[in-house]
């Protein structure tokens, strides 16, 4: 079973950048028929899409936040990134990712990490 | 942008009652809808994809309907763990996902 874990800090300054990863286990992270997304949620409100990427480095951003955000892979380590830069405490959320398909039966993240809490704050 | 709305916001409810929950497409999405259900502390949990097909091993009092801009999550006979939070997703934007405001479902 496809298990995903969210890693990095929990507290982060103002102005820096956030950086966190996500390992893939229990499955192919290069399965040609995956995308891997990170998905946000601040405290008591609804859930926002950050972005998604492909094994091969594909990418596409919530418009949003594409100024300030990047997505990348390490297959070796059936890992992904996130960075976030210039955060405010706007960005103060629990980050999850997920994985989702592009086909009508599996667009929708159906494999999700447990999160993990960013705050900011100096 | 696709923007997604729900409604209620909140409802209180019984074990055993009927529920409907809402979701409403700011334009026309088909049938690119998904309902997620999510408990505190925890990752959402996928119930309904494609606005009607039960995701495997979800209950089946859990139904999904519509197409377009409306769409309707209901469970037929609330039970003890279905008190939660409920979210709609839209998949059919070229942007990417947007999730609706959610539905918080609390014991009366």
């Known amino acids: 079973q496809l298990q995903l874990q969210e890693s990095g800090p929990g507290l982060v300054k103002p102005s820096e950048t956030l950086s966190l990863s996500c390992t893939v286990s229990?499955?192919?992270?290069?399965?040609?028929?995956?995308?891997w997304a990170w998905i946000r949620q601040p405290p008591g409100k609804r859930l926002e899409w950050i972005g998604s990427i492909y094994y091969s480095g594909s990418t596409y951003y919530n418009p949003s936040l594409r100024t300030r955000v990047t997505l990348s892979v390490d297959t070796s380590k059936s890992q992904f990134s996130l960075k976030v830069t210039s955060v405010t405490a706007a960005d103060t959320a629990v980050y999850f990712c997920?994985?989702?398909?592009?086909?009508?039966?599996?667009?929708?993240?159906?494999?999700w990490g447990l999160g993990t809490l960013v705050t900011v704050s100096s | 942008d696709i923007q997604m709305t729900q409604s209620p916001s909140f409802v209180s409810a019984s074990v055993g009652d009927r529920l409907t929950i809402s979701c409403r497409a700011s334009?026309?999405?088909?049938?690119?809808l998904a309902w997620y259900q999510q408990q505190p502390g925890k990752p959402p949990k996928l119930l309904i994809y494609a606005a009607s097909t039960l995701q495997s091993g979800v209950p089946s009092r859990f139904s999904g309907s519509g197409s377009g801009t409306d769409f309707t999550l209901t469970i037929s006979s609330l039970q003890p763990e279905d008190f939660a939070t409920y979210y709609c997703l839209q998949a059919n934007s070229p942007s990417g996902f947007t999730f609706g405001p959610g539905t918080k479902v609390d014991l009366k």
């Open positions: 334009q026309d999405i088909s049938t690119w």
């Open positions: 997920a994985k989702h398909g592009t086909g009508y039966s599996d667009s929708w993240p159906d494999s």
């Open positions: 229990g499955g192919s992270f290069t399965n040609s028929n995956y995308w």
